[in-house]
């Protein structure tokens, strides 16, 4: 783990190929905000999972995969009390093409030397050794199983060697039936159905392939659910597609010898494609499954642009970041329609000459406001929302086939937010938008932003009573939101600081004393406006913030 205050290096690219659990996904994951710069969230079909080609002519490869396929899920047979009712023997059996796919995929996407999981939340042999098996069996030379041995107290049975292979009709099965024991069987119709990749191997390539290091988690050993692990090192490269022609070729010559006896299927279930070196081409072919309608554009796939020169000019001047603040890595989204075409902004427009000269006595003057260096919409396209990303996220994006290849639901931390100069009249009520915009500080980004914040105009100590007394103060009109303080309320050493400052985003920084003693640096995105300051704490994280910072409504007043 590397340190706080530290960049975090890798990417992390989680997959699903269901829209509304991929939005979950990101959901979930996005409350390890400071990882975020780190994580791709892709929206494809894993068995064809597409290669990226650099410029530089690499290829992107993973070092390490988690392959958790779909699978019947008896080991949930605890909390998914549905299942009950639907189970059946041969719901395993249509899965298998599908597992296989996935763990050979997930065996040409890992680089020489790293490793993938294979699991399932299931204990039925057919989804799981049976697989693992018919894996190794194909690359012999090129994977091996890898025992599993780093959790301590994990209570867990090896890989099964030997298994029986249950029909639709519940008759157990020892071996692959064959026509010529028809009729020692109770039904020879269900019977013929099974195929050879439903069972294992013999007790030596079993042992061989050392199918005892995968692990099985039963649900009443530590009280939880079932679960099937089984670790994979590719030892050395292999051309996979020239292996599948290979083997499709042979199965063809097999049935033109017509050596496979009748009723008896071959030894793995077909897949559905082959993936090609980069998966693009079966991508193509196959027939994508169906998709469920978005409720709005912001939760599909979207491409991801670089920000353009004219706001990180501003960004740069505006906040005079310290460090080697990545400005190259940062970017705005732009959702894609169902044909793979950028949606365009539908840019708001400002408010008209007579809005503008309606502006109240407390409004800004005319001086300061010429001095002031915002953004107009005229200047550029300005996105809702700024993200940033790791460098090497940012060599993925750029890559040249990137956006033809990858279906992006997110990528990156959101750091900056838009937000517009609002009139207000004589009473403080807000009146129509203006031109002028401003990024503000995106609290979920704060502690990234910090680390480039520590000598920047607009971080701005505050003492932790006043911080307090903004984050309890309770609205007093529907216009007011509430969190906010008065400049005429601030300790006088920091009126002057804060006046001088442009309206827009700000750092709000403090200290703590903690419960031991020790002092707690506190940090809050803020707002600045013109006659107060305010924190962009969302109302459904205060209490926790509060919580955390050991304050209540009953918070001594600064």
Request: aromatic content about 8%.
């Amino acid at each position: 783990a590397e340190k706080k205050g530290t960049p975090v290096t890798g990417v992390v690219v989680a997959n699903e190929l269901d829209n509304e659990r991929c939005e979950m996904l990101v959901y979930q994951i996005k409350r390890f905000q400071r990882f975020l710069t780190n994580m791709i969230f892709t929206n494809l079909d894993a068995q064809v999972f597409p290669k990226l080609q650099f410029p530089d002519g690499d290829t992107m490869e993973f070092d390490r995969i988690l392959c958790d396929v779909p699978c019947t899920g008896d080991g949930t047979l605890r909390k998914n009390i549905q299942l009950w009712k639907t189970w059946a023997p041969g719901m395993a059996f249509g899965l298998q093409g599908t597992q296989l796919g996935l763990a050979t995929r997930a065996a040409e996407l890992l680089a020489v030397g790293g490793r993938f999981v294979y699991s399932t939340c299931s204990l039925n042999p057919v989804e799981n050794e049976a697989i693992v098996v018919q894996l190794l069996e194909a690359f012999p030379n090129s994977l091996k199983l890898v025992p599993i041995n780093n959790f301590p107290g994990l209570k867990a049975d090896k890989g099964l060697t030997t298994w029986q292979v249950m029909d639709h009709k519940g008759h157990l099965h020892s071996e692959v039936p064959t026509e010529e024991k028809k009729d020692s069987y109770p039904s020879w119709k269900h019977a013929k159905r099974l195929s050879g990749g439903l069972f294992p191997l013999s007790k030596e390539k079993m042992e061989a392939h050392n199918i005892q290091h995968c692990l099985r988690v039963f649900p009443h050993y530590q009280d939880t659910g079932g679960f099937f692990l089984a670790l994979i090192e590719k030892t050395s490269d292999v051309d996979f597609k020239n292996k599948e022609k290979e083997k499709q070729a042979a199965d063809a010559t097999n049935k033109d010898d017509k050596t496979t006896s009748e009723g008896q299927t071959e030894p793995a279930q077909e897949r559905e494609g082959s993936p090609d070196s980069d998966g693009a081409s079966d991508f193509k072919k196959r027939k994508p499954p169906p998709k469920k309608k978005r409720k709005n554009a912001s939760s599909g796939p979207h491409h991801h642009i670089a920000l353009p020169q004219q706001i990180k000019d501003h960004l740069r001047k505006f906040y005079q970041f310290g460090g080697e603040f990545p400005y190259d890595c940062l970017f705005y989204r732009k959702a894609m329609d169902e044909k793979g075409n950028a949606i365009e902004f539908k840019h708001k427009q400002p408010a008209t000459e007579k809005q503008a000269e309606a502006k109240s006595e407390t409004s800004e003057p005319a001086s300061d406001a010429a001095a002031r260096q915002h953004l107009q919409q005229s200047d550029c396209d300005i996105p809702a929302s700024v993200v940033l990303v790791s460098p090497m996220v940012r060599k993925i994006l750029s890559a040249p086939d990137f956006g033809k290849k990858w279906r992006i639901v997110n990528a990156g931390l959101r750091v900056f937010e838009k937000d517009r100069m609002t009139s207000m009249d004589k009473h403080g009520n807000k009146g129509r938008e203006q031109g002028e915009i401003c990024f503000r500080l995106k609290n979920d980004a704060i502690d990234v932003l910090a680390m480039y914040m520590q000598t920047s105009p607009r971080r701005l100590v505050l003492p932790i009573k006043v911080l307090g007394d903004m984050l309890t103060r309770e609205k007093e009109s529907k216009e007011d939101d509430g969190k906010s303080i008065m400049f005429v309320n601030l300790p006088d050493e920091l009126q002057q600081q804060v006046k001088s400052l442009q309206w827009g985003g700000i750092l709000l920084a403090s200290e703590m004393t903690a419960k031991d003693g020790n002092k707690q640096p506190v940090q809050f995105a803020g707002l600045k406006s013109y006659n107060s300051l305010k924190v962009l704490v969302p109302d459904d994280q205060l209490r926790t913030v509060l919580r955390q910072l050991e304050l209540s409504q009953e918070f001594p007043k600064a």
